[in-house]
Structure formats: C-alpha cells, structure tokens
Nanobody, 131 residues
Framework: EVQLQASGGGLVQAGKSLRLSCAAS????????IGWFRQAPGKEREGVSY????????YYDDSVKGRFTTSSDNAKNTVYLQINSLKPEDTAVYYC????????????????????????WGQGTLVTVSS
C-alpha cells in the first residue's frame, strides 16, 4: 500500500522555524520526486517546492525562496521541508505528493508546482502561525 505520511505541523509563533517530514512507503522511493503543497483556508492548493534526487534538482516557488528548504534522506525514504521565519500567511495544511522522477528535462520547475504530475498524495499536516 502506497503511503505518504506528512508530519511536523503545529502551532508556532511568527518568526520561528518548523520542519515538516514526509515519510514514504509502498513504492520505490528513488523513482519518485516529492513535492510540497499547501492549502490555506478558502484558497486553492499551491505548490511550494519539489525535489528529485534522480534529476538532481530542487525547485521552489518564488514566494518561499530563501525561507523554505526541501531535502531528502533516501535511506529513510523521507523528504523534509524546513520553514524558517514563519509568517501568519504560511498558515495552511501542508501536503506532500510523489511524482515520477526522470522527466524533469522535458518539463520545468513550475510544472512540478502544479498538481498534474503527482501520482500519490499524503493526508496533510496543519501549520498554524500566530502573530
């Protein structure tokens, strides 16, 4: 059974940091890249980052560059999203998703911030940032 388990969310004060984890199981981790998405109340889901060890890339939405860092631990089948200098507008449910790797050369970064490449989705973890 394919599972993507996002965790690490919580209530934090603005300016603090948080690290989210996405633990994957049930598929060949090395064959997939992992995207992070978030959905704030009343808003559409938006992609914030993508990492593919196979393609050797990480990609970020401009809105989070410099504050968000995604990394992968293939030995643990886990991808992380480090969020620094949290802002109230970062409040959202954060989801991780898996997309087949190896195709980045045919597409570009913004493609992987959309939902269409993704085969599997996790259940989300809530991040609430207080001002």
């Amino acid at each position: 059974e394919v599972q993507l388990q996002a965790s690490g969310g919580g209530l934090v004060q603005a300016g603090k940091s948080l690290r989210l984890s996405c633990a994957a199981s049930g598929f060949t981790f090395d064959d997939y890249g992992i995207g992070w998405f978030r959905q704030a109340p009343g808003k559409e889901r938006e992609g914030v980052s993508y990492i593919s060890e196979r393609d050797g890339i990480t990609y970020y939405d401009d809105s989070v560059k410099g504050r968000f860092t995604t990394s992968s631990d293939n030995a643990k089948n886990t991808v992380y999203l480090q969020i620094n200098s949290l802002k109230p507008e970062d409040t959202a449910v954060y989801y991780c998703a898996a997309a087949r790797a190896g195709f980045y050369k045919y597409y570009n970064g913004p493609y992987y911030l959309g939902t269409s490449p993704y085969d599997y989705w996790g259940q989300g973890t809530l991040v609430t940032v207080s001002s």
